[in-house]
């Protein structure tokens, strides 16, 4: 499933450019545009939805591929000392890109707050 007027649809298919750190055929890694850390890197599945509200079971094992490849990919980008991830879902989380993504940060002490 693809949205053509998605952002990170186009990224996927190749037709905005991005910095990709991982890709196989159910998902990409690439770095963020407006970095929030020193490594920061959205891991996106392929298909299109917007929210884990509208999630099917098929893009569930996506996402599960997703949480499987993760600790690989954090550790290709140096991130032996540890990571977060953040799933912001909806206008109160600051969603502002509804395709579904994981946000990958690290490469320093991340503090305390926001869990
Ligand atoms: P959200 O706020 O929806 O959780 O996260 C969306 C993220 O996408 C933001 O951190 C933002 O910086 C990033 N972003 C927005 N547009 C682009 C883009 O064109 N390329 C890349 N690489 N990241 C983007
Ligand atoms: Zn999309």
């Given at each position: 499933m693809t949205d053509p007027n998605c952002l990170f649809c186009k990224i996927c298919a190749g037709e905005i450019p991005s910095q990709k750190v991982y890709e196989d055929e159910h998902m990409l890694a690439f770095r963020d545009i407006?970095?929030?850390?020193?490594v920061h890197v959205l891991v996106v599945p392929k298909s299109h939805f917007a929210t884990l509200a509208e999630m099917n079971e098929e893009q569930a094992e996506l996402v599960k591929e997703c949480l499987v490849r993760i600790p690989h990919i954090a550790a290709s980008l140096g991130l032996a000392s540890g990571y977060r991830l953040i799933v912001n879902q909806g206008k109160d989380a600051g969603q502002t890109v509804f395709h579904l993504h994981i946000h990958l940060l690290g490469g320093k002490p991340l503090g305390e707050t926001i869990v």
């Open positions: 407006n970095p929030q850390a020193p």
